[in-house]
């Protein structure tokens, strides 16, 4: 198995566009999760999804975050409009069940808002 | 909610030293994983294990459960060992929370 796949790996890109990261989970896995890693506040999770239904977004941040499921084989996190404060690493992860099962991380896209 | 301490939060060694990180929780878990964080960001599992003792080559690690905490142990470090260790535990729900880190700096 390829393991998480995510795209693109870097973005740079101006205050107020559009961003949208890609997420690839390991195939059979029925839970997806997005984390955030930060300086100040470390490793985070953002959302996670059971079955392509969210489940838990409290995480998320303010209403410029969005995430979507709209099938077992892809998830996007956009952000719109992108601010500097929003400049992290992101990263998706997967697991074959929950209730606390092992999670399995992809390689994170490193977000740049300038 | 549940805090995730982890110590030391700096590490030096020198090439073929052991060492033993710790990671303590204030409450009962139903889920530890020990992940290395290489240089070039990416997080690798290394152990599942809300309970204990797994061994994979050089790296074992202990969770007892009862006494809310976790050590991983390097053996015969490597350069290749440098990184940040993170403990992360999953209480009741799927929200996995993450201590600080451990960074390891090996020298040859």
């Known amino acids: 198995d390829a393991g998480v796949i995510q795209s693109p790996r870097h973005e740079v890109t101006e205050m107020g566009q559009e961003v949208t990261l890609r997420c690839k989970p390991i195939?059979?896995?029925?839970?997806l999760f997005w984390y955030r890693q930060t300086m100040m506040r470390g490793l985070e999770l953002l959302i996670y999804?059971?079955?392509?239904?969210?489940?838990?977004d409290s995480g998320m941040p303010e209403d410029r975050f969005s995430a979507k499921m709209p099938n077992a084989s892809f998830s996007t996190l956009k952000i719109q409009p992108s601010e500097p404060r929003d400049s992290a690493v992101y990263f998706c992860?997967?697991?074959?069940?929950?209730?606390?099962?092992?999670?399995?991380f992809g390689p994170g896209t490193r977000l740049t808002v300038l | 909610g549940i805090q995730v301490e982890q110590s030391p939060p700096d590490l030096i060694l020198q090439e073929g030293a052991n060492s033993t990180l710790r990671c303590n929780f204030s409450?009962?878990?139903?889920?530890l994983q020990w992940f290395h964080q290489n240089p070039w960001g990416q997080l690798i599992n290394l152990f599942y294990?809300?309970?204990g003792t797994k061994q994979n080559g050089r790296l074992s690690a202990t969770t007892v459960a009862t006494e809310r905490y976790s050590l991983l142990y390097i053996s015969s470090s490597q350069t290749t060992d440098s990184g940040v260790y993170f403990c992360?535990?999953?209480?009741?729900?799927?929200?996995?929370?993450f201590g600080a880190g451990t960074r390891l700096t090996v020298k040859p």
């Open positions: 195939s059979g896995h029925d839970y």
């Open positions: 294990i809300p309970s």
């Open positions: 992860a997967s697991s074959l069940a929950g209730g606390g099962d092992e999670q399995f």
């Open positions: 999804f059971n079955n392509n239904v969210p489940i838990d």
């Open positions: 409450d009962s878990v139903n889920n």
């Open positions: 992360a535990v999953v209480v009741d729900n799927n929200d996995m929370r």
